[in-house]
């Protein structure tokens, strides 16, 4: 489910074959569900939300990460943002919903809530950014700071139905000697049906996690927040403003594309024609929704940079410079 703002598309052909694209405000509440499909949102699994309160709120933060690691950890300097690692302009940027650090650890902290195939090697590309970001010329690789990565997923990565997976390197054929480089993922599943295994403060979580209903002091703290946010009306017209941004420039990209390629068709056979749309709307479409993110976003005041909105977004600068210049053009 979307948060605050949602938006349904229609798009089709009229008899002159060119393209109308319609978009209907959709709010959540008018969100029709059957009774066996009806069933509670927890608010603080949307990705702005969760990004909002546990930056708003740097103590929550480390609770929820020593809830998690199942062991105390010493005072966390927490790093404001949607925090991105962007090493060089020639390689991908990673981005974390919650980044924390201090003398001996750093944290990523990540709301997943669809599935990434590529889950493994998102997490592993992670961890290898956080140890670069960490290793200052001259430093001994003795002195790399622990790397912790948590995925707080809304489904089952691994379908193994355990509420917690824990990953860290190890020596193949019988696990000795052991092969501590630091490096720790810990994956946490809400659909879990077994949460007697884990501690109850962790089964709580998730049990609010699933539901909405705080079931304990810390997930009703959290909860009382995530209500500040909703009601903050700031932070819900930043929402608002990611969410429609994001949608209508992809629209736009999307429509563009397959206008051109419809065009085409009426030459080359509408056949071939609707295929080079397609494929031409989805390069337009990603291109046209960096672009209009980015812009809208600064030019509204909630960034200061466009390099800021980037990090914030997980969009490439380099690639956000690539948009510019071909929405220029068009």
């Known amino acids: 489910m979307k948060a605050f703002l949602s938006f349904k598309e229609v798009i089709h052909l009229n008899h002159e074959n060119m393209i109308d694209v319609v978009i209907t405000d959709v709010s959540v509440s008018d969100r029709k569900q059957s009774s066996d499909e009806q069933e509670k949102f927890c608010w603080f699994t949307d990705n702005f939300v969760f990004c909002r309160v546990l930056q ?18 010493d005072k966390l300097t927490l790093i404001q ?22 003398n001996k650890e750093l ?8 599935v990434d195939k590529d889950l493994e090697h998102r997490i592993r590309y992670y961890i290898a950014m956080m140890s670069i970001e960490d290793m200052s010329k001259g430093k001994l690789y003795g002195r790399l700071k622990n790397c912790y990565v948590i995925m707080i997923c809304t489904y089952d990565p691994f379908k193994l139905g355990r509420p917690i997976y ?69 932070e819900i017209r930043a929402r608002m403003t990611f969410e429609e941004i994001e949608e209508k420039a992809r629209l736009k990209g999307l429509e563009r594309g397959l206008r051109e390629g419809l065009e085409r068709g009426m030459q080359e056979g509408h056949e071939k ?58």
């Not at 052991?178 to 501690?199: E, F, H, M, P, W």
């Open 166 to 234: 824990r990953f860290r390197m190890r020596e193949d054929d019988d696990g000795a000697p052991d092969y501590d480089d630091g490096a720790r993922c810990i994956v946490v599943n809400t659909t879990s049906k077994v949460l007697d295994q884990i501690s109850p403060n962790v089964a709580n979580l998730i049990r609010y996690l699933i539901s909405g209903d705080p079931v304990d002091n810390f997930t009703s703290e959290l909860e009382n927040k995530v209500k500040e946010i909703m009601k903050d009306p700031k």
């Open 81 to 102: 943002g949607e925090n991105g690692i962007d090493i060089s302009k020639d390689i991908r940027s990673v981005r974390f919903d919650v980044m924390a650090k201090n």
């Open 273 to 330: 024609g609707m295929k080079e749309g397609v494929i031409q709307g989805r390069k337009e479409e990603r291109l046209s929704g960096i672009f209009h993110t980015v812009t809208q976003t600064v030019t509204k005041g909630l960034f200061s940079s466009e390099k800021e909105a980037c990090d914030f977004f997980g969009y490439d600068f380099k690639e956000y410079q690539l948009s510019k210049q071909q929405c220029k053009i068009s």
């Open 56 to 73: 708003k709120n740097p103590k929550l933060a480390k609770k929820l990460i020593e809830m998690i690691l199942g062991f105390q950890i």
């Open 107 to 114: 944290y990523g902290v990540e709301m997943q809530t669809y």
